[in-house]
């Protein structure tokens, strides 16, 4: 299997990334950690090994980046408006530092959010608000609800970084005509700590006419890994 480690300094967070990139073709993933996850968790956690034919076939290349969440949303030692700052220059990383690496390795026009937990927020939260840029996202027990992280702070780029609060409102022809051409998908499980949150989200989408799948699992520990690996397989493939 290709396995390739990239570090460089980021001008937009001010510090070094890492990431790792798995495979050499296929459908290009940009892969976010768990809650404070780092970029070797994925394969740390058997999530490349669940995926490894698929990879070594060149079905799809995954692109795994670290996260900055103790630096924003989980560093209560800042005020929440420095926290929703410190995510949004995360996305500006994202979007202009990662996203131009992916284009330079893969020239497949598609472009996936993957996560699971938190880290199925920023899947869904980036593919949502950007959705010319990617064409898709899975999102494995997503946590939606972040308010509890603000305490009680709340201004405009809140809003627009909760799917939950922007997406009921959204009227762009814009958007929607992207969110029709795009894959999305949602997977949790009955005894999820997420589900509601999931829930909640599937059914915005679908007041919204917003095409998407929503799958609950009849499982044991569904917000845990070897229920991620199980559903990985189930859903991470090139249509």
Not at 66 to 91: F, G, K, L
Not at 164 to 170: E, F, Q, S, V
Request: hydrophobic fraction near 35%.
């Amino acid at each position: 299997m290709n396995r390739e480690y990239h570090e460089w300094h980021s001008s937009r967070l001010g510090r070094d990334m890492e990431l790792l990139i798995f495979g050499h073709a296929g459908l290009p993933v940009i892969v976010f950690p768990t809650s404070g996850g780092r970029f070797f968790e994925f394969e740390d956690r058997g999530m490349i090994g669940a995926l490894s034919s698929r990879v070594d076939g060149g079905n799809v290349q995954l692109f795994c980046v670290d996260s900055v969440d103790m630096e924003s949303w989980y560093n209560r030692r800042v005020p929440p408006r420095w926290r929703i700052a410190r995510h949004m220059q995360y996305e500006d990383y994202v979007l202009n530092e990662v996203a131009p690496l992916v284009r330079q390795k893969n020239h497949d026009p598609h472009l996936a959010a993957l996560g699971c937990s938190f880290g199925g927020y920023h899947a869904a939260n980036i593919a949502l608000r950007h959705p010319d840029i990617f064409t898709g996202m899975l999102s494995l027990s997503g946590a939606f609800d972040l308010t509890n992280f603000l305490d009680g702070y709340y201004d405009q780029d809140c809003y627009f970084n909760l799917p939950t609060h922007y997406l009921p409102n959204l009227t762009d022809p814009w958007y929607f005509d992207r969110y029709r051409r795009n894959t999305y998908v949602l997977a949790t499980g009955w005894d999820d700590q997420c589900l509601g949150q999931n829930q909640d989200l599937d059914r915005i989408l679908g007041s919204k006419g917003i095409p998407h799948q929503f799958y609950v699992w009849d499982s044991w520990n569904s917000h845990d890994w070897p229920t991620w690996q199980r559903m990985v397989q189930e859903y991470l493939y090139r249509e």
